[in-house]
């Protein structure tokens, strides 16, 4: 059994975030950030790389609830899908994840995924990681049935790894978690090192 020795929370909206945390005995409170990501990238992301603009967004998220509650702990992350210096945004409609998997196909992509952890409204620590996804050269149909299947609206680079998306790609390089947007070994390490969870 793992306990939570302090207030914890997951700031973030991401089901995928929640459960791989479930998943590995923590089921911490989740708070929603009140933040426009698409604004905060206009704004001040425009001449970022990818993980600078995943940072800068993870960042953005823990700030604006530790604001809130300089007591607890905080955690938020950001993902960022990049091919060849372009940024994918969450494609929200059909046709865009369409267009965005036909613009990976047979193609190595970029993941960068951004973790922080926020206590009184202070950064006490952050992690950058990459992985590197080759997407099969993909038919057209493929694509399409994807989409329709799946419908990955809301996920960075237009497909869900956690679920049949992992059908999309020949070779995978880097740790999977950071591709589902929670780099796990290394926040547990840091939790443990903070004492703000316990193996029982």
Known sequence: MISLLSNLFLASASL????LLISHGLEMKTCLPEVDEEDLKKKFCTNFSAAETAMFLAKAKANSVSLLDKES?????DQVCELN???FDKPLTEENAIKHLKELRSKTHTQNCATVIYH???CIWEFSGKAFLTMRNLKDE???SYVNL???LNSAGSYM???HGKHLFS???GDHDVILGLPIVKLLDKLYELGLIRLN
């Open 16 to 19: 995928t975030r929640k459960e």
């Open 73 to 77: 702990f905080f955690i938020a992350a």
């Open 85 to 87: 210096g372009k940024i």
């Open 120 to 122: 009184n409204a202070e």
């Open 142 to 144: 493929e694509i399409v």
């Open 150 to 152: 799946e419908k990955p």
């Open 161 to 163: 790894f956690e679920k």
């Open 171 to 173: 070779d995978v390089q």
